[in-house]
């Protein structure tokens, strides 16, 4: 039995060099970490916030203000009482009840009507196979990148004409499609799998059980979200409903601010204006805190895959 020798390395071979070690990562605490999270993260979102924040603040505030108080040279951040005048005013120097009334009626209609259809045309352009499905989805996007502000003339004249000036109707019904939200939908449908639906169509399920029982329940974040935004825009329109109304009994909250403005008009109306404004936002603000959990996940669904 014959021993083997080593073999000697060939000198004309270059010798293996190392592995290079791996860079060496910063501790989670360490400064130089420290310094790039808060001047990328947190100091950006603390200027954001601010400057979203401190009008929403000082309209607050200045709504508890007395009229010396605000139209001053000393400055004066808070108020010196929590005097409620401000308010009281508002709501009896023009009909804040009705405009109230009025708002939500359009608002509740409005976005219902609004979401109910954005969910059928999504779900038709997903799940229901007819002719220039894609054509018509071009449209809805040409129609999401045009203003609103270009159809005012020709929707004046419409509703004009069909007799619903100083109507509720006449200012519901202009806005009742929403590109947005059809959008937003269709892409959150086409993320489902088909599967489920293929099963329910063999258990003989019609497209409206499939859409009400299948697919609306595991897309309520989407809805909610298209639910909350569309919500918003009703209730803070303020251009068409000032353009087809004149008359107090059919205003919106929005353009009755414009009508309490006209009446206090001088320097000591500043503080009744910010606690109208006050008054129009809150109902927003306890919307947005029942829904918010929801905005997220509604404007993320579908936009990871795998």
């Not at 009229?67 to 308010?87: C, H, M, Q, R």
């Amino acid at each position: 039995m014959t021993s083997l020798s080593p073999v000697s390395p060939d000198p004309s071979t270059p010798a293996a060099t190392p592995p290079e070690s791996a860079p060496v990562r910063d501790r989670p605490l360490s400064r130089r970490n420290l310094a790039r999270t808060v001047a990328g993260g947190y100091l950006p979102l603390l200027i954001a916030t601010l400057v979203v924040f401190l009008p929403l603040l000082w309209m607050v505030l200045s709504s508890f203000k007395q009229a010396g108080e605000i139209v001053t040279t000393d400055l004066k951040i808070f108020p010196e009482s929590l005097n409620l005048e401000n308010y009281r005013t508002a709501m009896t120097t023009v009909p804040f009840g009705q405009f109230f009334l009025n708002s939500t009626i359009v608002t509740l209609a409005g976005a219902t009507i609004k979401v109910i259809l954005a969910i059928l045309t999504a779900y038709a352009l997903v799940f229901v196979r007819f002719p220039f499905r894609n054509f018509i989805f071009l449209l809805i996007l040409v129609a999401l990148m045009v203003p609103p502000q270009v159809s005012i003339l020709p929707n004046f004249i419409l509703i004009a004409g069909m007799g619903g000036k100083n109507t509720l109707w006449g200012i519901i019904l202009p806005g009742l499609g929403t590109a947005f939200g059809t959008f937003l939908l269709r892409q959150h449908f086409r993320t489902l799998p088909g599967s489920i639906l293929e099963s329910a169509e063999m258990d003989g399920a019609g497209h409206w059980r499939r859409l009400w029982q299948i697919v609306v329940p595991v897309s309520v974040p989407s809805i909610a979200t298209v639910a909350l935004v569309t919500i918003v825009t009703e209730w803070n329109d303020y251009i068409w409903p000032l353009i087809i109304t004149d008359r107090p009994e059919t205003m919106t909250l929005p353009v009755g601010l414009t009508l309490l403005q006209n009446s206090e008009s001088n320097a000591a109306g500043w503080g009744v204006l910010m606690a109208g404004a006050v008054l129009v936002i809150v109902p927003i603000l306890i919307v947005f805190a029942a829904l918010q959990r929801y905005i997220v996940a509604g404007l993320t669904q579908g936009s990871v895959t795998g």
